[in-house]
């Protein structure tokens, strides 16, 4: 399995004729651990979903190193999960297996198996047999990084992850987060928590003002950087009013 | 005359009691499992905007046969129920509107339109055959389209499963799979049409959906496995069909309203004496749970 960087080469996105971030460049090399942060509405959704080709690009390309589209682990930020569907939580990791079994293949003993222990390894076990509905929000975002877990993904692109979640499972999912690299997974994760940024992440995009900084998380995240990320106004541009 | 007797007799008297027996067996086993799935995916009012879609096709169907063509018009009410469940879906995606909402505005068109084709040539006995069924004249071709629906829905159904289930759940991690999630929909749709062609047939246009939806909603009352509420939803179907069209005999009263109100009475009973009824209060753990 041998894939190169994904790459940004003077890609611009265009929303509703608004340019969202332009002429960003850079890369997310195998392996690479990198946060993307911005203030609110500065993009950075719109970047993970512009790498997944989810949005169009209005200016530049993006490229992909070999990997497909089922090499991607994604979890959005805005989740259209209808929880109250009565599947039980180990369908629901099961559905992680996509790749093994289809639509239609059996899920035999080993996917099983990794479902039970992707289950374990979230702190859900004894909840395997509940419907997804008896779920808290915590406990379903640990089902979801159980899912992510069964899917087996070589990039993963979490959006605003830990959002809502109280300190033990942050750290809890955080720490898979860390095991997922460890093994050589790329991990690109949108994030508001400047410490969790700093300990963990050894490079960031910040979007700011339109565009993106990219570098290593020391140099980006200085207290000049994080102003004018996140003290500015909405970000104009030329044409638009003021 | 024994109560014991008063269950069987009128079934083994009567053929066409026998067929609509059987008919409303079919029935209930194909529309109670579809009509679980529809209100999961809060598609409700999708299947009643359908029923009414299909009124015009078999209206055509009904025209073209020059009269009560079981074939023409079920061909006719499959054409329409499909077209209208693509329109739907294509100015769904192309206008904001809710998919339900643009169904809502199209039901009414068919109906319109369905009503006048029929009066145009057909009586108004016909008329009242289009709308509100059939049942006990129920014949032989009549049985087998309906078996030959329930049979192919049952099937698609099982075979379709899990894509179904995980487009209902999870939509955007079908599309992350690379699954055609969309296609699966239209499977459904497909299903939910022709088990309403299916029920047309006997029940009419307007009951045909009570079939599909007073059973399933009875079921969710009982259960929150998937499985167990779709054969319960079946079962409520079947049952309610036995039970209303001994009313219906022993009483003199149409039999099409007395299955549907069958399936309305097991609704209410349930809904009284289910422990997730109104006794749990809000239908449910959160307010937006149910129907
Ligand atoms: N579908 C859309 N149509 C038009 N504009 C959009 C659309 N989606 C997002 N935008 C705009 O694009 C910009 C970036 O949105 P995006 O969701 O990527 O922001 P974000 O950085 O993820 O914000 P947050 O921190 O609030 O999640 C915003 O100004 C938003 O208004
Ligand atoms: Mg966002």
Same mark, same amino acid.
């Given at each position: 399995?041998?894939?190169?960087?994904?790459?940004?080469?003077?890609?611009?996105?265009?929303?509703?004729?608004?340019?969202?971030?332009?002429?960003?460049?850079?890369?997310?090399?195998?392996?690479?651990?990198?946060?993307?942060?911005?203030?609110?509405?500065?993009?950075?959704?719109?970047?993970?979903?512009?790498?997944?080709?989810?949005?169009?690009?209005?200016?530049?390309?993006?490229?992909?190193?070999?990997?497909?589209?089922?090499?991607?682990?994604?979890?959005?930020?805005?989740?259209?999960?209808?929880?109250?569907?009565?599947?039980?939580?180990?369908?629901?990791?099961?559905?992680?297996?996509?790749?093994?079994?289809?639509?239609?293949?059996?899920?035999?003993?080993?996917?099983?198996?990794?479902?039970?222990?992707?289950?374990?390894?979230?702190? =859900?076990?004894?909840?395997?047999?509940?419907?997804?509905?008896?779920?808290?929000?915590?406990?379903?975002?640990?089902?979801?990084?159980?899912?992510?877990?069964?899917?087996?993904?070589?990039?993963?692109?979490?959006?605003?992850?830990?959002?809502?979640?109280?300190?033990?499972?942050?750290?809890?999912?955080?720490?898979?987060?860390?095991?997922? +690299?460890?093994?050589?997974?790329?991990?690109?994760?949108? =994030? +508001?928590?400047?410490?969790?940024?700093?300990?963990?992440?050894? +490079?960031?995009?910040?979007?700011?003002?339109?565009?993106?900084?990219?570098?290593?998380?020391?140099?980006?995240?200085?207290?000049?950087?994080?102003?004018?990320?996140?003290?500015?106004?909405?970000?104009?541009?030329?044409?638009?009013?003021? | 005359?024994?109560?014991?007797?008063?269950?069987?007799?009128?079934?083994?008297?009567?053929?066409?009691?026998?067929? $609509?027996?059987?008919?409303?067996?079919?029935?209930?086993? #194909?529309?109670? %499992?579809?009509?679980?799935?529809?209100?999961?995916?809060?598609?409700?009012?999708?299947?009643?905007?359908? !029923?009414?879609?299909?009124? %015009?096709?078999?209206?055509?169907?009904?025209?073209?046969?020059?009269?009560?063509?079981?074939?023409?018009?079920?061909?006719? #009410?499959?054409?329409? #129920?499909?077209?209208?469940?693509?329109?739907?879906?294509?100015?769904?995606?192309?206008?904001?509107?809710?998919?339900?909402?643009?169904?809502?505005?199209?039901?009414?068109?068919?109906?319109?339109?369905?009503?006048?084709?029929?009066? $145009?040539?057909?009586?108004?006995?016909?008329?009242?055959?289009?709308?509100?069924?059939?049942?006990?004249?129920?014949?032989? @071709?009549?049985?087998?389209?309906?078996?030959?629906?329930?049979?192919?829905?049952?099937?698609?159904?099982?075979?379709?499963?899990?894509?179904?289930?995980?487009?209902?759940?999870?939509?955007?991690?079908?599309?992350?799979?690379?699954?055609?999630? $969309?296609?699966?929909?239209?499977?459904?749709?497909?299903?939910?049409? /022709?088990?309403?062609?299916?029920?047309?047939?006997?029940?009419?246009?307007?009951?045909?959906?009570?079939?599909?939806?007073? %059973?399933?909603?009875?079921?969710?009352?009982?259960?929150?496995?998937?499985? @167990?509420?779709?054969?319960?939803?079946?079962?409520?179907?079947?049952?309610?069909?036995?039970? #209303?069209?001994?009313? !219906?005999?022993?009483?003199?009263?149409?039999?099409? %309203?007395?299955?549907?109100?069958?399936?309305?009475? $097991?609704?209410?009973?349930?809904? /009284?004496?289910? @422990?997730?009824?109104?006794?749990?209060?809000?239908?449910?753990?959160?307010?937006?749970?149910?129907?």
């Amino acid at each position: 399995m041998s894939y190169g960087a994904i790459g940004l080469d003077d890609a611009g996105v265009t929303l509703h004729g608004t340019p969202v971030w332009q002429h960003v460049t850079g890369s997310f090399p195998p392996g690479s651990m990198t946060a993307i942060a911005g203030a609110n509405g500065a993009g950075k959704s719109t970047l993970l979903r512009a790498i997944l080709g989810e949005v169009p690009l209005a200016a530049g390309r993006i490229t992909l190193g070999g990997l497909r589209a089922q090499d991607f682990g994604y979890l959005p930020q805005a989740r259209i999960i209808d929880r109250a569907f009565p599947i039980s939580v180990t369908d629901m990791v099961l559905s992680g297996a996509w790749r093994q079994t289809g639509a239609f293949g059996a899920a035999g003993r080993t996917v099983r198996q990794r479902a039970a222990d992707a289950l374990r390894r979230v702190g =859900l076990e004894k909840q395997a047999g509940r419907m997804i509905d008896a779920l808290s929000a915590g406990q379903f975002q640990r089902l979801l990084f159980a899912r992510l877990l069964m899917t087996d993904a070589t990039v993963i692109m979490l959006d605003e992850p830990f959002t809502a979640l109280d300190a033990p499972t942050t750290q809890d999912l955080l720490a898979l987060v860390r095991e997922w +690299h460890a093994q050589g997974r790329t991990i690109i994760a949108v =994030l +508001h928590d400047m410490h969790q940024i700093r300990t963990c992440f050894p +490079h960031v995009v910040l979007l700011s003002g339109g565009q993106a900084i990219w570098g290593e998380t020391a140099r980006i995240l200085t207290p000049g950087m994080l102003q004018r990320a996140y003290d500015t106004p909405q970000p104009t541009w030329a044409g638009s009013p003021a | 005359m024994s109560i014991l007797a008063g269950l069987w007799e009128p079934f083994a008297t009567f053929g066409f009691m026998r067929r $609509a027996l059987v008919a409303s067996i079919t029935l209930g086993m #194909g529309a109670g %499992p579809v009509g679980v799935l529809l209100q999961l995916r809060r598609m409700s009012l999708i299947g009643d905007a359908m !029923s009414h879609a299909i009124l %015009p096709g078999a209206a055509i169907g009904f025209l073209a046969a020059g009269g009560l063509s079981l074939t023409a018009m079920g061909l006719g #009410g499959i054409a329409a #129920g499909l077209g209208v469940a693509l329109l739907a879906g294509l100015v769904s995606r192309r206008t904001h509107l809710a998919e339900d909402a643009s169904f809502a505005s199209f039901y009414l068109t068919s109906l319109a339109l369905g009503v006048l084709i029929v009066s $145009a040539r057909g009586s108004n006995i016909d008329l009242l055959h289009v709308l509100f069924g059939t049942i006990l004249a129920i014949d032989g @071709p009549a049985l087998y389209l309906m078996a030959g629906i329930t049979t192919l829905s049952l099937f698609l159904l099982s075979f379709i499963w899990r894509p179904l289930v995980m487009e209902c759940v999870d939509p955007g991690f079908m599309r992350m799979t690379g699954s055609r999630g $969309a296609l699966y929909h239209m499977v459904f749709l497909f299903l939910v049409v /022709i088990n309403l062609v299916a029920g047309f047939e006997a029940l009419g246009t307007l009951m045909s959906v009570g079939m599909m939806m007073v %059973p399933a909603a009875t079921a969710r009352l009982w259960t929150r496995r998937l499985v @167990p509420m779709m054969a319960l939803s079946a079962m409520v179907g079947m049952l309610a069909g036995f039970t #209303g069209l001994l009313v !219906s005999y022993h009483f003199r009263l149409a039999a099409g %309203p007395c299955i549907i109100l069958t399936c309305s009475a $097991a609704y209410l009973f349930s809904l /009284i004496a289910s @422990p997730v009824g109104i006794r749990a209060g809000g239908g449910g753990s959160s307010p937006f749970r149910s129907h």
